[in-house]
């Protein structure tokens, strides 16, 4: 996994800021591992995905310890982007035990993220 993160580091802790971006080659071991997995598909040139990244590194911090919340560059990673059958982006795919349980496409409200992953806390 490519770590892209700001941290802000105190004597007793570091806190991410932002999610990290995902590797197509960890997708499996990730599936495997979390719980819980919010999957945000962006790519660098889309203005929408842009817009909408603040609200997944702000889901990212808001339920840490509960989610985890990974980016993945569908630019860089077609193979994922096939495997998880992404036709648009933005794109979030909410992941429990390796299935994709719930999907939105497009932007939507901070709230709706917040909807879209509760039932499954």
């Known amino acids: 996994m490519v770590a892209q993160t700001f941290s802000l580091t105190s004597s007793t802790s570091t806190i991410s800021t932002t999610a990290p971006y995902l590797d197509e080659n960890d ?27 603040p609200y997944l590194d702000r889901l990212a911090r808001e339920y840490a ?28 795919l909410v992941v429990r035990e390796g299935k994709t349980v719930e999907s939105i496409v497009g932007l939507v409200p901070y709230r709706r993220l917040c909807d879209l992953v509760n039932p499954f806390l």
């Not at 599936?31 to 995905?49: E, I, R």
């Open 65 to 92: 310890g509960r989610i985890r919340v990974v980016k993945l560059d569908t630019d860089l990673n077609p193979t994922a982007v096939t495997q998880l059958a992404i036709r648009s982006i933005p794109s979030v």
């Open 27 to 53: 997708l499996d071991r990730l599936f495997a591992s979390a719980p819980l997995l919010v999957v945000y598909c962006t790519a660098h040139w889309c203005g929408p995905c842009l817009t909408f990244e």
